[in-house]
């Protein structure tokens, strides 16, 4: 995982957030690089999930709702965690968290007092050694306030989740989008959660992005709809580059599931710092539809088209994908190290599709002639494919560093070139080379990259 990080900063993927100032604790800023390989994943995903189908629209909510949308989803009263705190340091940690590092087990769904007696039967002291607090509740939303100071200021949450928003917009996209049973509604956005012990790199932090679908459906068919989803992201998973070997599945067991759960399988990666969740699938019920018409007062049913006296609340399977730890297990999924010629070579092996560059033009040299014919294959090839020009350093150190930021081919001018017309292709993972004519470097690269 050191190696990773260390790579990421050191080529462009991800730094620390606020980093000339000393940082905020879990907070990570994407780079040229990370930022592109993020854009990627979520355009796969969109093109994939919306694009591709007849069944799905997409949405884009706001952030902030109004605080009844959380009252009817039930976060305001059950999205809350156990917090203890260092009574020295003052440092706060999840005390079911601290519990299962500690000792091995499980205090899933313990009370507070429960949890309390374990601490004291255990003696769990702090990381560093300390007196802990008595547990208490923690609330894992964000709140913020609307309005001018004094009169008509209200409180308001930063969303924990983009679910809500396609709930509540559920019969205006009905409405709209002429969509009939069963279609799901797609939302790319961010999300914030006030994590009290956020870690792992880019696995855990106060602020994510989201890839959801809410998938409306008739009570009878969630079963077969489950387990088409859940066959879909495993689809997904290899077309971008995860490595199955290091995915599994972990269904929750019935007192682990959320309030608004009937059935929840997550896809588990094996990561560095061990076997965690990587994306969720849920079987939510009628709960989001019936509790937002419940307090909102709206009728949410749905009239079958065909028989127009049959109406019901549909129910919802809700397949759901961070973009960070997405982008985290592709990471780990394509870094890899071999010897050659009695060196280390460091590779990601990204996928053509989700790598930040496609094709690297490298010049031999900064000498004119061949800047100038390096920048025409640049412009021709940067039409169709994410390319990067780089005519500094030694040939050997640019295909290194290419090497190290996943670049599938790199296309070197030459001396030559200027006489034959030719150039030189580079492939990534076999690092054989073959002399290709320019003009026909695109036919060749887009067999390549399909």
């Known amino acids: 995982m050191e190696k990773l990080v260390s790579l990421c900063k050191r080529r462009g993927f991800i730094f620390p957030g606020s980093e000339i100032y000393g940082g905020l604790a879990n907070s990570w800023d994407y780079g040229p690089l990370g930022v592109q390989m993020k854009i990627n994943i979520k355009n796969d995903w969109w093109k994939k999930v919306v694009e591709e189908r007849d069944d799905m629209v997409g949405l884009d909510g706001a952030i902030l709702m109004n605080p009844k949308v959380w009252e009817a989803s039930g976060h305001v009263e059950t999205f809350n965690d156990p917090l203890v705190e260092d009574k020295k340091t003052h440092k706060r940690y999840r005390a079911d968290h601290l519990i299962q590092d500690i000792t091995g087990m499980d205090v899933d769904g313990k009370s507070l007092d429960e949890l309390a007696a374990i601490i004291k039967e255990k003696d769990i002291k702090s990381p560093d050694g300390n007196e802990l607090t008595s547990p208490r509740q923690f609330s894992g939303m964000f709140e913020t306030t609307a309005g001018a100071a004094g009169e008509g200021k209200q409180v308001i949450y930063l969303r924990p989740e983009t679910a809500q928003a396609m709930f509540v917009n559920f019969k205006n996209v009905l409405d709209t989008s002429r969509k009939r049973i069963p279609f799901g509604i797609a939302q790319i956005g961010k999300a914030f959660r ?215 081919f790199c296309i070197t001018v030459d001396f030559e070139s200027l006489e034959d017309g030719m150039v030189t292709v580079r492939d990534r993972d076999s690092m054989e080379q073959t002399r290709i004519a320019i003009d026909k470097l695109n036919s060749f690269i887009q067999d390549k990259i399909q």
Not at 216 to 222: A, C, H, L, T
Not at 343 to 372: C, D, G, H, W
């Open 194 to 408: 006030n994590e009290i012990t956020p870690g792992n790199f880019i696995f855990r932090t106060l602020e994510f992005e989201q890839m959801e679908i809410e998938f409306f459906i008739e009570e009878s068919d969630w079963e077969k709809q489950f387990e088409l989803w859940n066959k879909w992201r495993l689809n997904w998973a290899k077309s971008i580059g995860i490595n199955e070997k290091l995915l599994s599945f972990e269904e929750h067991a019935p007192e682990k599931l959320s309030h608004y759960s009937k059935k929840t399988t997550d896809v588990m990666f094996k990561f560095p710092f061990g076997v965690q969740e990587l994306w969720g699938l849920a079987y939510r019920t009628d709960y989001d539809l019936s509790q937002h018409e419940k307090f909102s007062g709206q009728n949410l049913t749905y009239t079958d088209p065909n028989d127009n006296s049959r109406k019901f609340i549909p129910h919802v399977i809700e397949p759901t994908f961070g973009v960070d730890r997405t982008l985290l297990a592709i990471l780990v999924s394509a870094y890899d190290e071999e010897e050659v010629n009695g060196e280390t070579r460091v590779v990601m092996r990204f996928k053509n599709n989700i790598a930040p560059y496609q094709i690297a033009i490298l010049p031999l040299s900064k000498k004119e002639q061949l800047s100038t014919l390096g920048k025409e294959v640049f412009n021709n090839l940067n039409k169709d494919y994410r390319c990067e020009y780089d005519e500094t350093q030694s040939i050997g150190k640019r295909y290194r560093r290419q090497d190290e930021i996943g670049t599938p």
